[in-house]
């Protein structure tokens, strides 16, 4: 009934009448009881305004009442007054300013500021926004105006000199808002940082509003700064990481020109080693030979772990496990680990030596040995295992690997005792959209592996195992902000009978549970 009456107002112009008889027939409606009685008034207080004012219509003026975090909206766009209301009940759970202020009239002024502020970044550069006493709270009477957009955008370069090819994501027509024109700005420095040589690289924005035409330009302003390579390449704070190594992965040599992605990028591998608590980076020019000095200065983490811990898992019963890892064996990042568990239905030894960078700065080389040994309601193993592994990383998401395994095992089912000798050669594919490899709390991975098995002491037996899975993240956002994990998978053994795979390798339907406490110790000797 209300919006009724307001479409009746939208139409009339400016006649002061008009407005005060469709006041006073809102004034007769049965107005449900969620409105309150000062909502009432400041529509009555709406009419009488516009009416004075000579104000076509009360259309597009939105109220919004301090003291209550309801808002009652006339006319249009109904998309901005949410957002506005939104905006401001945050500004006031958020704003530490805001809510110093006890004095109303002190915190409606600031409010008000504020409102503008939100409509200049929504691209209403000329809305009016007036704040209004009503008894013991403010009415703020707001008027968007038009929409202003962009006239057209533009790059200065020092001297009108282009130095890289930049690619600008906002187009004439498009609406005048704070945000695309902040993306812009930052795509664009990234771009100047991957591509130019300057020393100094930085874009500042400079809009320019006309008012009369509702438009407005963006300029982006590359600032003035040298263009320079790189010089003499310092590492400074190693004590057991070799230095060549720490070159080999800074993937910038002297005479490269001088890009501050690249110098980020370096710092960063550096980081991912593991090797070191922390990387900084300084810079010195030398303006008679336009060369930038770059140095790396390095310190390193503690390089060995030993850890302890007791672990339960129903399947297993209760154990302890041992672990230790030294990741800086030669000097080059080289991990060698040892893992150990001692329960009361497995125990087991496992030994790695990974060489990180095998052949390329993406692949990985790992050497293993396995000792196992699992009593279980279904049959007795006794396993010992030898093998390798080369992975390779195509992108942060994506790695494949492929391997070679030779399995000795000894098991024991339904009182018969069978010795076999399994070489397979293992290959995997895996896809991580998770948010962190160690703790994530969103995203997903899935984990194709395919192993064709061969028993090189009983001629006939040869089969395939795969097996496709995958899990899945989600954090509530409520709460203690709990996360939730889900894990499926499938698979499959082709190529022999069930009786005639080893019962260790066959896939096992178990419902465990499983606890672990685990307690750690880093030092450096």
Same mark, same amino acid.
């Given at each position: 009934?209300?919006?009724?009456?307001?479409?009746?107002?939208?139409?009339?112009?400016? #006649?002061?009448?008009?407005?005060?008889?469709?006041?006073?027939?809102?004034?007769?409606?049965?107005?449900?009881?969620?409105?309150?009685?000062?909502?009432?008034?400041?529509?009555?207080?709406?009419?009488?305004?516009?009416?004075?004012?000579?104000?076509?219509?009360?259309?597009?003026?939105? #109220?919004?009442? =301090?003291?209550?975090?309801?808002?009652?909206?006339?006319?249009?766009?109904?998309?901005?007054?949410?957002?506005?209301?939104?905006?401001?009940?945050?500004?006031?759970?958020?704003?530490?300013?805001?809510?110093?202020?006890?004095?109303?009239?002190?915190?409606?002024?600031?409010?008000?500021?504020?409102?503008?502020?939100?409509?200049?970044?929504?691209?209403?550069?000329?809305?009016?926004?007036?704040?209004?006493?009503?008894?013991?709270?403010?009415?703020?009477?707001?008027?968007?105006?038009?929409?202003?957009?962009?006239?057209?955008?533009?790059?200065?370069?020092?001297?009108?000199?282009?130095?890289?090819?930049?690619?600008?994501?906002?187009?004439?027509?498009?609406?005048?808002?704070?945000?695309?024109?902040?993306?812009?700005?930052?795509?664009?420095?990234?771009?100047?940082?991957?591509?130019?040589?300057?020393?100094? =690289?930085?874009?500042?924005?400079?809009?320019?509003?006309?008012?009369?035409?509702?438009?407005?330009?963006? %300029?982006?302003?590359?600032?003035?700064?040298?263009?320079?390579?790189?010089?003499?390449?310092?590492?400074?704070?190693?004590?057991? $990481?070799?230095?060549?190594?720490?070159?080999?992965?800074?993937? $910038?040599?002297?005479?490269?020109?001088?890009?501050?992605?690249?110098?980020?990028?370096?710092?960063?591998?550096?980081?991912?080693?593991?090797?070191?608590?922390?990387?900084?980076?300084?810079?010195?020019?030398?303006?008679?030979?336009?060369?930038?000095?770059?140095?790396?200065?390095?310190?390193?983490?503690?390089?060995?772990?030993?850890?302890?811990?007791?672990?339960?898992?129903?399947?297993?019963?209760?154990?302890?496990?041992?672990?230790?890892?030294?990741?800086?064996?030669?000097?080059?990042?080289?991990?060698?680990?040892?893992?150990?568990?001692?329960?009361?239905?497995?125990?087991?030894?496992?030994?790695?030596?990974?060489?990180? %960078?095998?052949?390329?700065?993406?692949?990985?080389?790992?050497?293993?040995?396995?000792?196992?040994?699992?009593?279980?309601?279904?049959?007795?193993? #006794?396993?010992?295992?030898?093998?390798?592994?080369?992975?390779?990383?195509?992108?942060?998401?994506?790695?494949?690997?492929?391997?070679?395994?030779?399995?000795?095992?000894?098991?024991?089912?339904?009182?018969?005792?069978?010795?076999?000798?399994?070489?397979?050669?293992?290959?995997?594919?895996?896809?991580?959209?998770?948010?962190?490899?160690?703790?994530?709390?969103?995203?997903?991975?899935?984990?194709?592996?395919?192993?064709?098995?061969?028993?090189?002491?009983?001629?006939?037996?040869?089969?395939?195992?795969?097996?496709?899975?995958?899990?899945?993240?989600?954090?509530?956002?409520?709460?203690?902000?709990?996360?939730?994990?889900?894990?499926?998978?499938?698979?499959?053994?082709?190529?022999?009978?069930?009786?005639?795979?080893?019962?260790?390798?066959?896939?096992?339907?178990?419902?465990?549970?499983?606890?672990?406490?685990?307690?750690?110790?880093?030092?450096?000797?």
């Amino acid at each position: 009934q209300g919006a009724l009456t307001l479409r009746v107002l939208k139409g009339q112009g400016i #006649q002061a009448s008009g407005l005060i008889q469709a006041q006073e027939r809102f004034a007769d409606l049965d107005v449900p009881s969620t409105v309150s009685q000062s909502y009432l008034m400041s529509i009555r207080f709406c009419f009488v305004f516009a009416a004075l004012a000579g104000l076509a219509s009360c259309s597009n003026i939105t #109220q919004f009442v =301090p003291a209550s975090p309801q808002t009652l909206v006339l006319g249009e766009p109904q998309g901005l007054v949410n957002a506005l209301h939104s905006e401001l009940l945050k500004q006031r759970q958020n704003n530490t300013r805001l809510q110093r202020y006890s004095d109303i009239a002190k915190r409606a002024h600031y409010e008000k500021q504020l409102l503008i502020e939100m409509l200049r970044a929504r691209g209403h550069y000329g809305a009016d926004v007036r704040a209004i006493r009503r008894d013991k709270a403010y009415v703020y009477m707001v008027e968007p105006g038009p929409l202003y957009r962009i006239r057209k955008v533009t790059i200065d370069w020092p001297d009108d000199n282009p130095l890289s090819p930049l690619t600008v994501q906002l187009r004439a027509g498009q609406a005048l808002e704070a945000l695309p024109v902040l993306r812009a700005k930052k795509r664009l420095q990234s771009q100047l940082n991957a591509t130019s040589c300057l020393y100094l =690289p930085s874009i500042r924005s400079d809009i320019r509003v006309f008012h009369d035409i509702k438009k407005a330009d963006v %300029h982006f302003i590359v600032e003035k700064s040298p263009q320079v390579y790189l010089g003499n390449i310092h590492v400074l704070g190693l004590e057991k $990481v070799a230095v060549d190594y720490v070159k080999e992965q800074l993937m $910038v040599t002297t005479g490269d020109c001088y890009k501050r992605e690249a110098i980020d990028q370096a710092r960063l591998t550096l980081l991912q080693t593991g090797l070191f608590a922390s990387i900084t980076t300084d810079t010195q020019l030398h303006p008679d030979t336009s060369a930038v000095d770059l140095t790396f200065q390095a310190s390193e983490r503690p390089h060995r772990t030993l850890s302890a811990g007791l672990v339960f898992q129903s399947d297993q019963g209760g154990g302890v496990t041992l672990g230790w890892e030294h990741r800086n064996l030669l000097s080059r990042a080289q991990k060698l680990e040892f893992d150990s568990v001692i329960a009361e239905n497995a125990q087991g030894i496992d030994s790695s030596f990974t060489i990180p %960078h095998f052949g390329a700065n993406n692949q990985q080389l790992r050497l293993f040995a396995e000792i196992e040994r699992e009593n279980t309601d279904a049959f007795k193993s #006794q396993v010992n295992s030898i093998g390798s592994e080369f992975r390779r990383h195509f992108n942060p998401r994506l790695e494949a690997s492929v391997g070679v395994r030779m399995d000795f095992s000894q098991v024991e089912e339904l009182g018969a005792e069978e010795n076999y000798s399994l070489a397979s050669l293992p290959l995997s594919i895996q896809y991580d959209r998770r948010n962190d490899e160690l703790d994530p709390t969103r995203g997903w991975v899935a984990t194709a592996i395919a192993s064709p098995f061969k028993d090189n002491t009983q001629e006939n037996i040869s089969f395939l195992k795969s097996t496709l899975a995958a899990s899945a993240y989600i954090t509530l956002d409520r709460g203690f902000r709990p996360t939730l994990a889900g894990r499926i998978a499938i698979g499959s053994i082709s190529g022999e009978d069930r009786e005639d795979v080893p019962a260790n390798v066959r896939f096992l339907s178990v419902v465990a549970v499983q606890f672990a406490v685990t307690a750690f110790k880093v030092w450096d000797r």
